[in-house]
């Protein structure tokens, strides 16, 4: 199992309209075959200085890999992610065993 995570910040306004579109437009990652336990979530620590993250999983690399060549990821990296992300950190963790 693999659980990848980003955790981002927005170039938009906290509670903007636009806020809200990014996040909606997100869901479209949910319905990538083989993701799993899709999550949009709010940071809320203050040891950093992140908005949000996304965190999901994936049974093996090879969903993993098809996740992230799948036209929808692709199309929402190209036409939300990179315009409207101003900074993030990504993790992808496997279990120890």
């Known amino acids: 199992m693999i659980r990848h995570s980003v955790i981002f910040n927005l170039k938009h306004a ?5 806020e809200d579109a990014f996040l909606k437009a997100a869901d479209i990652l949910a319905t990538i075959p083989g993701v799993q336990k899709f999550e949009k979530l709010r940071q809320v620590s203050g040891k950093n200085d992140y908005a949000f993250g996304f965190s999901m999983e994936f049974s093996d690399q090879a969903a993993y890999d098809f996740y992230n060549n799948h036209p929808d990821h692709i199309a929402f990296v190209q036409g939300r992610w990179i315009p409207e992300v101003t900074k993030f950190l990504e993790i992808d963790y496997v279990a120890l065993t």
Not at 14 to 18: G, I, L, Q, W, Y
């Open 14 to 18: 906290k509670n903007s309209d636009a």
